[in-house]
């Protein structure tokens, strides 16, 4: 055991921010006075007005969750205005290609000016405080721009990821009722293009509230434009000033919107405010990375995703850091395309997902050590548990045994990072992501809400609130209650499994709900169902996860055709096809297995628990499979079970 304890290298604590004595002050002094702790938090950020009352919140009844309610605040101002006069000069994003020999720098005074251009143009297309915005971009500059425009007017941004199809953008649009969508003529992926123009095209047609479409110019591919609905970015900023009055918003205005999949129905509109989500990317980013000024940070995620809102746009920018953007891939041209780029901009923090890791760790060391990774110095892993030997890997071999790896566990619904180490304080186990942050109360409950003591495994809740955390679901604030704090009275459930050691340390065992994480893709069962569903063959679908070697999970369906249809070989290509169109790439099934029956209770409820076993081979442990309306459809399954 003692082994696989890697303690904190007495140099790195000597200059951390935070070492393990001021962990326990902090942890200390927010337990005594949280109010206290997060007013002096709080001025990390910019204030107009600052706030006088801290945390307003209730976990029981109608849910309601304030922080810092009465304070006035624009977070495009702590990201931006107040940097120019100390470090208006200083880089604030360096862009990357997917062409290796394409980049681009950004100073904080050039994005502010980008920022207050875009920002006077949708003023004048009429978007004001409060409206929605759809974003639907590549990961370049504009982005950021777009993102940072949005809440300059006040407007609540949506970004929905480029791999998503014209259905799931369109679902995505009305659900919001977006008058604004900001895209790009074509977004490219490792050597390939994608089409979002045309997507946003398809997916328009049923999206009425869209007044006005802004284009970004990428790759410069013919594109339709509507006349009156569509103009190019470059055209309709042209004209505009380069500042911009920004919008006074109260701290729990509104600032995004995200949606997310869940165990049940459509993808839920995650809603963040401005303050307390500010707040906390503030203080995660620079406590968590132990972020220093000057360095370059590079977070590889894709903005359509939390983890690149919160990583690579708000948090590092209200820090004043160097955060680098990335349009590629890993894999493209070569598997040592993302050591390069470490080399290229001499990157100090990166910060990547597990999936990622195990990918390129088929290939050996030769890519990695091909290039030079002197500059790094902290290494962080998200969106899955990280596997012991990918940790290693990752720790050996890219870090050479030098950078404190950072496991954060965290969700789109909490807005920032919960479970992690701290690079100076805690020392490292691989494959957990260690400790709750200052502020944070998880505990683990049993499947009747007991709170469990000591080393125990259970299910993933928090008992209070922290300031980045989610405020509602858009539209629906009683599903809000009924998702997240229903099945365990008073408390946040996270919807995932987790194991506590001797040493209070969190091993993160994954989700205990019907949501599977694809290569660090949040995917709900429901939705790959329903796509399948909706092919004319097919009468009924079970999806469930199974283990994939490097995306971490699998997509396994179970298929029941209609009367008559042939399964075929050319129907399964079919139905992949259809799941990849109905919801995007992300979306495809790994597997089909043909079932003429599902196994169900008799009250026709499918048994899940049944089919993720069958998906994983665990075929011996089966349990009780007596109250089954026809036990003999399982050993059918097990004996055509595929791949
Ligand atoms: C999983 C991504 C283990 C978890 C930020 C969670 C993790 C879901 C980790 C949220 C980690 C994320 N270790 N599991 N370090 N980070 N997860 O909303 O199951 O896309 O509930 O947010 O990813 O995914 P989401």
């Known amino acids: 055991m003692a082994d696989d304890i890697i303690a904190v290298k007495p140099a790195i604590a000597a200059k951390a921010r935070i070492d393990a004595a001021r962990r326990e002050a902090m942890v200390a002094a927010e337990a005594k006075d949280a109010e206290a702790f997060w007013r002096g938090e709080m001025t990390r950020i910019a204030w107009m007005k600052e706030p006088t009352k801290i945390k307003s919140v209730d976990f029981h009844g109608d849910i309601s969750i304030r922080w810092f309610e009465d304070g006035i605040l624009n977070a495009s101002v702590s990201c931006l205005d107040r940097h120019l006069a100390t470090r208006g000069d200083q880089v604030a994003i360096i862009w990357e290609g997917d062409d290796p020999n394409s980049d681009a720098k950004v100073t904080y005074r050039e994005l502010h000016a980008?920022?207050?251009?875009?920002?006077?143009?949708?003023?004048?297309?009429?978007?004001?405080?409060?409206?929605?915005?759809?974003?639907?971009?590549?990961?370049?500059?504009?982005?950021?721009?777009?993102?940072?425009?949005?809440?300059r007017v006040g407007a609540i941004h949506s970004i929905v990821f480029g791999g998503f199809s014209p259905d799931s953008l369109a679902s995505r649009i009305q659900d919001s009722e977006c008058t604004l969508l900001i895209t790009a003529d074509e977004g490219r992926r490792g050597g390939r293009k994608v089409p979002l123009k045309a997507n946003a095209d398809e997916a328009l047609l049923t999206c009425p509230s869209v007044r006005h479409v802004i284009v970004a110019k990428n790759t410069g591919g013919a594109v339709e434009m509507m006349k009156g609905r569509d103009h190019w970015w470059d055209t309709i900023t042209a004209g505009e000033g380069e500042t911009c009055e920004p919008e006074k918003m109260n701290a729990e205005d509104p600032l995004f919107i995200l949606y997310t999949s869940g165990s049940t129905g459509k993808p839920k509109g995650v809603l963040h405010t401005t303050g307390g989500y500010l707040v906390w990317a503030s203080f995660t980013h620079e406590n968590v990375f132990d972020y220093r000024d000057g360095e370059v940070y590079w977070c590889t995620a894709d903005v359509g995703w939390v983890t690149g809102h919160t990583y690579i746009v708000y948090g590092p920018l209200a820090n004043g850091a160097t955060t680098l953007m990335f349009e590629g891939v890993p894999s493209w041209p070569d598997n040592g395309r993302f050591w390069q780029v470490c080399a290229k901009h001499k990157v100090n923090i990166f910060y990547t997902a597990p999936t990622a890791i195990r990918a390129?760790?088929?290939?050996?060391?030769?890519?990695?050590?091909?290039?030079?990774?002197?500059?790094?110095?902290i290494l962080g892993s998200v969106g899955e548990p990280i596997n012991p030997e990918a940790w290693l890997w990752y720790y050996r071999v890219v870090g050479e045994e030098r950078c404190p790896i950072v496991d954060t566990w965290w969700q789109t619904e909490t807005g920032g990072i919960l479970i992690s180490p701290l690079p100076g304080a805690v020392a490292l186990k691989p494959g957990s992501a260690t400790l709750p942050l200052p502020?944070?109360?998880?505990?683990?409950?049993?499947?009747?809400?007991?709170?469990?003591?000591?080393?125990?495994?259970?299910?993933?809740?928090?008992?209070?609130?922290?300031?980045?955390?989610?405020r509602t679901i858009y539209g629906d604030h009683a599903r809000f209650g009924q998702t997240y704090f229903s099945t365990f009275k008073g408390m946040y459930f996270t919807g995932d499994g987790a194991r506590r050691d001797e040493d209070g340390y969190y091993w993160i065992t994954g989700r205990v709900d019907d949501v599977i994480n694809v290569a660090g893709h949040r995917m709900g069962t429901a939705e790959v169902e329903s796509a399948l569903v909706a092919h004319p063959a097919v009468a009924e679908a079970a999806v469930v996860g199974m283990p994939h070697e490097l995306k971490g999970q699998g997509i396994?369906?179970?298929?029941?055709?209609?009367?008559?249809?042939?399964?075929?070989?050319?129907?399964?290509?079919?139905?992949?096809?259809w799941v990849r169109k109905e919801i995007g790439p992300i979306a495809t099934p790994d597997a089909i297995q043909w079932a003429p029956g599902l196994p169900k209770t008799r009250s026709g409820k499918i048994m899940r628990r049944i089919l993720r076993k069958i998906a994983a081979n665990e075929t011996e442990g089966l349990g009780d499979t007596s109250t089954l309306a026809d036990p003999g459809v399982v050993q059918e399954l097990i004996d055509n079970k595929v791949g």
């Open 114 to 151: 980008r920022v207050c251009k875009l920002a006077n143009a949708m003023r004048r297309l009429g978007v004001k405080k409060g409206d929605r915005v759809c974003i639907y971009l590549p990961m370049i500059v504009e982005a950021a721009v777009a993102m940072l425009a949005c809440a």
């Open 360 to 377: 390129l760790m088929r290939d050996g060391e030769g890519p990695v050590k091909k290039h030079d990774r002197s500059s790094l110095r």
């Open 439 to 470: 502020g944070v109360k998880p505990a683990l409950v049993d499947n009747e809400g007991n709170i469990l003591e000591g080393a125990t495994e259970g299910n993933l809740v928090m008992l209070d609130a922290w300031p980045g955390m989610m």
């Open 556 to 577: 396994y369906c179970y298929v029941t055709l209609k009367t008559g249809v042939e399964p075929t070989e050319v129907l399964r290509k079919e139905l992949v096809a």
